[in-house]
C-alpha cells in the first residue's frame, strides 16, 4: 500500500495543516506586532514615563499601531522603545505625547503624523518630536501650589488684624494705616462737633433762603422775564433796535465789519484779534426790575483782553453831593444830598489777565473803579464770576453764566449783595447771545451788497 494513501498519514497532514492554520491566526489576532506583519522598531526620549508600561498600547489617530517594548533609565531620562505595524508611517516630524487613559494615571503612547512628502524614518531610529500638554501630577502640583500661596496670604491677613498689627508687609501696612485713619477722623470730628453742626445748620439755612428766593412768585417772574427776553429776541429778528440792525440790515454789518477790520489792523492783525459782541438780559427779583447790558470784548492774544459795555440798569446812575451853607452870622453847616439820574446809562472798561483756568480783571465797573475774578469750568462752558467795587460803599455782584449752545448763554447769581447805597439786594437770572468775529465775517459772506 502507498504511504501517501494510508489513513495515518491523512490524519497526520490534516493535524499539520490545522496546527498551521492555528498558528497563522494566533499571530494575526496576538496584542502586539507579529512575525508577519513587518514591525519595525523606534525610541524616544522623555523626561518623566510615569503611567507607561511595557506591552501597553501605541496609537495613531486613535488606532493601535504597536506596543511598548521596553523602557530603560538612560542618562537621567525614560528611555521608550517601541515597535510598530508596517502600516505606520514614521517621519521627521512625526510627534509623540504621552496620553491618559483615565483619572488613574495609566496612559499609552499617541503618534501624529509627519509631513506626508519626507521620507520615512529608518528603523531603530529615534523620535525626537515630543509634546508636552501636561498631566493629572501636574495639575495636582499646581493646585498645591496655590493651596500654600492662599495659605500664606491667610496668615498675612491673621497677622495683619491680630494685636498691635503687622507692619513687615504690604497689607499689615494698609490696615494699620486704615486705623490710624480712622483714629484721626474720629478725633477731629470729637474736638470739632461744634463746628459741624454749625456748618450743617448754615448748609439747611442755605436751603432755606434758596426755597424762600424760588417760589411760586419768583417763578412767575422768571416766566415773565423769559417772555421778555423772547420780546427782545422778536424784535432783534425783526432788525428793530441796534443789535437788530447789527444782524438784518447789510450796511450796519458792512460798516462793523470794516471797523473791526481796522481794529485788528491797529493792535497786531486780525489772524490774531479775537473780537466779540455780547448782549444779555437780567431779571432782578428783588427790585423786580429788568438790567441791560451790551459790550464788546477784544482779545489780542490767549492771555489777555479788553472790555468795553454800556449798562442800563433801570434803577439810575446815584450820585452823591456834599455842601457847606454859612448861614450869616451863623454857624457853618454840612449838607449831603443824593440825586438819582434814572435816564443815564453806565459804563464798564476792563483789562483782564488770563491765568490757566482763572480770569483776573480790573479797570471800571459801572462806572466806578472795582476789580473782577473769573473761574472757567467744563471746557470753559460754565464760569464762576465775582465783580467788587465802588469801594466807598462796596457793591458785590456775583453769578454762574453757562454757554449751553453756540452764541447762546444762560445767566443767574446775586446782585448787590452788600446792599450798597442802602440798596436791597437781589436774585437775578437772565440769558443772552454773543457773537464773535469768526460769526460775523459768516455773516458778512452771506450778505450780498448792491
Known amino acids: 500500500m502507498n504511504l501517501f494513501q494510508t489513513p495515518e498519514f491523512k490524519v497526520g497532514l490534516l493535524v499539520v495543516v490545522v496546527s498551521a492554520l492555528i498558528g497563522v491566526m494566533s499571530v494575526k489576532v496576538a496584542e502586539g506586532p507579529g512575525l508577519l506583519t513587518g514591525d519595525r522598531s523606534y525610541w524616544f526620549v522623555v523626561p518623566d514615563a510615569g503611567g507607561l508600561v511595557k506591552n501597553s498600547a501605541v496609537k495613531m489617530a486613535g488606532i493601535k499601531v504597536g506596543v511598548i517594548e521596553d523602557i530603560v533609565l538612560e542618562g537621567g531620562k525614560a528611555k521608550v522603545m517601541v515597535r510598530l505595524e508596517g502600516d505606520a508611517r514614521i517621519t521627521k516630524s512625526t510627534k509623540v505625547e504621552l496620553k491618559s ?21 529608518d528603523e531603530d531610529a529615534q523620535i525626537s518630536e515630543i509634546v508636552d500638554r501636561g498631566n493629572l501630577s501636574d495639575v495636582v502640583k499646581e493646585v498645591s501650589r496655590i493651596a500654600k500661596s492662599l495659605n500664606e496670604l491667610a496668615q498675612t491677613l491673621n497677622s495683619a488684624t491680630r494685636g498691635d498689627g503687622d507692619s513687615s508687609t504690604p497689607i499689615g501696612r494698609i490696615v494699620l494705616n486704615i486705623e490710624k485713619l480712622s483714629k484721626d477722623l474720629s478725633e477731629v470730628t470729637s474736638d470739632n462737633k461744634e463746628k459741624f453742626n454749625e456748618i450743617v445748620q448754615r448748609v439747611h439755612n442755605l436751603t432755606k433762603n434758596l426755597d424762600t428766593y424760588v417760589n411760586d412768585q419768583t417763578l412767575a417772574r422768571v416766566d415773565q422775564a423769559v417772555r421778555n ?37 491797529f493792535l497786531g492783525g486780525a489772524d490774531k484779534l479775537q473780537t466779540s459782541i455780547d448782549f444779555h438780559s437780567e431779571y432782578l427779583s428783588g427790585v423786580d426790575l429788568t438790567k441791560s447790558y451790551l459790550g464788546v470784548k477784544i482779545q489780542p492774544g490767549l492771555d489777555r483782553y479788553y472790555e468795553i459795555a454800556v449798562i442800563d440798569d433801570p434803577r439810575g446812575v446815584v450820585r452823591s453831593e456834599r455842601s457847606e451853607s454859612t448861614p450869616l452870622g451863623g454857624a457853618t453847616s454840612t449838607i449831603d444830598t443824593t440825586t438819582t439820574y434814572k435816564n443815564r446809562v453806565k459804563f464798564t472798561a476792563l483789562f483782564a489777565k488770563n491765568f490757566y483756568d482763572f480770569t483776573i480783571k480790573g479797570g471800571i465797573i459801572e462806572n466806578a473803579g472795582g476789580i473782577g475774578l473769573d473761574y472757567h469750568l467744563l471746557d470753559k462752558k460754565l464760569t464762576a464770576s465775582a465783580e467788587f467795587f465802588q469801594f466807598s460803599d462796596l457793591y458785590i455782584r456775583a453769578f454762574l453764566r453757562y454757554n449751553f449752545v453756540k452764541g447762546v448763554y444762560v445767566i443767574a447769581g446775586g446782585d448787590n449783595l452788600a446792599e450798597a447805597n442802602n440798596d436791597v439786594s437781589s436774585a437775578f437770572f437772565g440769558a443772552g447771545i454773543f457773537i464773535t468775529n469768526d460769526d460775523l465775517k459768516m455773516l458778512a459772506s452771506k450778505v450780498s451788497f448792491r
Open 229 to 265: 427776553i423772547e420780546e427782545i429776541t422778536d424784535k432783534v429778528n425783526r432788525g428793530e433796535g441796534t443789535l437788530g440792525r447789527l444782524i438784518n440790515d447789510e450796511q450796519t454789518v458792512k460798516e462793523l465789519n470794516s471797523a473791526i477790520t481796522n481794529v485788528n489792523k
Open 101 to 121: 487613559d483615565g483619572i488613574l494615571g495609566d496612559k499609552h503612547v499617541e503618534l501624529t503624523p509627519g509631513a506626508l512628502d519626507e521620507a520615512v524614518l
